[in-house]
């Protein structure tokens, strides 16, 4: 049997936030409080185990919740600007129930087809980074384990790819709550199991 190794994708801790602002991938975006203690759990839940590189994307959010992972570890946080957050035409504004930017005329060319996304980055384009990403987390940690600190829809949109589902899908539905992780475990190059967890209770 060829060696086994674990790459556990996570997401982000709870961000500061007051003023509800899509930020993606805009810079100054910290951890709040709560999201500070929710990396710190997570650190806790990897302690034990055979964590060999801790890399991260390069937004502030990622960094600060892969800090109190790789000190458990005595490693250095490494970045990867393929673990960064998916764009988003709507970035630095507010878009969601009430705010009338899905009625406005303006908006409505970057919303016709939900299914690429046409308001973001694509999302074939987000699974190709995403899994080079984790090959190159894989290479580098053979027959040990290396954890991924990403965002969102980059983790969910590699886990439908690496798993064989669609890339499109209902926000609602994604299994990847704040702090969460997304085990990734092979036998060699073959993906055996995913586990899922969420250390942080969130």
Request: with cysteine; charged share 25%; net charge negative.
């Amino acid at each position: 049997m060829a060696e086994q190794t674990q790459v556990h994708v996570v997401r982000h801790g709870e961000v500061h936030n007051p003023t509800g602002i899509l930020y993606g991938r805009l810079p100054g975006y910290h951890l709040s409080e709560t999201g500070v203690a929710q990396a710190d759990k997570v650190a806790d839940f990897l302690a034990d185990r055979d964590i060999v590189a801790v890399i991260a994307s390069p937004l502030q959010r990622a960094q600060e919740t892969a800090a109190p992972i790789a000190a458990k570890h005595d490693l250095p946080v490494d970045t990867d600007p393929d673990l960064i957050e998916s764009a988003n035409f709507f970035e630095g504004g507010r878009v969601g129930p009430g705010d009338g930017a899905w009625r406005d005329p303006r908006f409505w060319w970057h919303l016709r087809n939900p299914f690429t996304p046409s308001w973001g980055e694509p999302y074939v384009e987000i699974a190709a980074r995403m899994t080079t990403a984790v090959d190159k987390a894989r290479a580098r940690g053979a027959g040990h384990e290396v954890v991924c600190v990403s965002h969102q829809l980059p983790v969910w949109t590699l886990r439908m790819h690496l798993t064989g589902r669609r890339l499109w899908h209902d926000p609602r539905r994604r299994e990847c709550a704040l702090a969460s992780v997304t085990s990734f475990v092979y036998d060699g190059d073959r993906l055996i199991d995913v586990v899922y967890s969420q250390p942080a209770g969130v």
